[in-house]
């Protein structure tokens, strides 16, 4: 009996994705690499003023002022973290639910799907800080105006994942489902959502990072609010770029904080539903 030649690529051992202590691992060592950029740059080669580039440690000196630290900001930055992160996450929840519902009704009914969806889908592409002005004017110069921009980023990609996600739900479940007595609501909510979840996770995390984007952008405009976006503001009418920069740096290190929190959940789901392997 004559066995079949092998290939030697058959007897190598699959390699999984890096676990998350060793892709943490590799972005300390990132983020270590651009903070010694940075300070050669700054402080040792002095390409710029400071008035113009501030280093890493006066860029922290804001940091200390603004959170904890007694100084020109005093706290500050510790307010405008906390009045932006309650308009954001009001927004978001508003966003998630709205468009969750609007999804469900346009993955449901092919009508909706057809004119709403193409106009959401068109919507989507219109930058957040184009909304600005429509609602200082429809609302006025206040809250209401930048939670308007906030709940319109965020709903937009949540409904057209609920959508997406619903369709592209395999037909057998579908045949499943309904030879099992589960029909209109109860198929949708019972069957088609759940095989949906780990898509319609995807278009959470979308939506958050739009949310918080167009908070920004709107807080811009917001004066006297205790806001990162004020924040930012400030920096810029004193010509405070250190300012500036940690403003920057908090936004960024927030809406990477969540971002991460809703991959870990997307990550647990995708691993429960076997479209992942454990690492």
Do not use: C
């Amino acid at each position: 009996m004559t066995t079949l030649p092998q290939h030697p690529d058959l007897n190598r051992p699959v390699r999984g994705t890096p676990s998350r202590w060793r892709v943490l691992s590799w972005q300390l060592v990132g983020l270590l690499l651009l903070v010694g950029i940075w300070w050669l740059v700054t402080d040792v080669l002095k390409l710029y003023p400071p008035y113009v580039f501030p280093s890493p440690r006066a860029v922290w000196t804001e940091i200390q002022y603004g959170l904890w630290g007694s100084g020109p900001q005093d706290g500050k930055l510790l307010a405008a973290i906390a009045g932006s992160l309650r308009r954001v996450l009001t927004g978001y929840v508003a966003a998630v639910l709205l468009g969750g519902v609007v999804g469900l009704l346009m993955g449901a009914w092919l009508p909706l799907r057809a004119t709403l969806g193409a106009y959401l889908t068109g919507l989507q592409s219109v930058p957040s800080i184009a909304f600005v002005p429509f609602a200082i004017l429809f609302l006025g110069l206040n809250e209401r105006a930048v939670l308007f921009v906030v709940i319109l980023e965020g709903f937009i990609p949540v409904a057209l994942a609920v959508s997406g996600a619903l369709l592209n739900v395999p037909p057998t479940l579908r045949v499943a489902g309904r030879t099992l007595g589960a029909s209109g609501l109860a198929l949708m909510l019972r069957v088609l959502l759940p095989a949906a979840l780990p898509n319609v996770l995807t278009g959470l995390r979308t939506a958050w990072s739009f949310a918080w984007r167009a908070l920004v952008g709107g807080e811009l405009l917001i004066a006297g609010a205790k806001s990162l976006g004020e924040q930012l503001e400030v920096g810029r009418n004193t010509a405070n770029v250190a300012l500036v920069l940690a403003t920057i740096l908090i936004i960024g290190l927030i809406g990477g904080l969540f971002d991460a929190l809703l991959r870990v959940l997307e990550g647990n789901v995708r691993r429960n539903y076997g479209l992942e392997s454990h690492t």
